[in-house]
């Protein structure tokens, strides 16, 4: 089985993350986390199922989003002026 298949149970996916064994189940009772529910208890994760779903997570950091909309005050600002 390749890594990106593999299976993960609770507590692996918080020692591989940091998140808490408890914030995982909160998350998974909400619906908030990707996996595999094979009964009412017994859950896993799918390793590259949660990569995909961190990776969406990324936020950019605010100084490339500021920057960008500082050269767009700046523009208009210019238009104004002209």
């Not at 990707?34 to 009412?40: D, G, Y």
């Not at 997570?57 to 700046?74: H, L, T």
């Amino acid at each position: 089985m390749s890594d990106s298949k593999l299976l993960l149970n609770t507590r692996e996916l918080a020692a591989l993350t940091g998140f808490s064994p408890g914030t995982l189940r909160h998350w998974v009772s909400e619906g908030r986390v990707p996996v595999l529910r094979f009964s009412a208890r017994c859950v896993r994760f799918r390793l590259s199922d949660i990569e995909e779903w961190l990776a969406g997570k990324v936020i950019e950091p605010a100084g490339i989003a500021g920057a960008q909309s500082n050269e767009i005050r700046g523009a208009r600002a210019k238009k104004r002026v002209a």
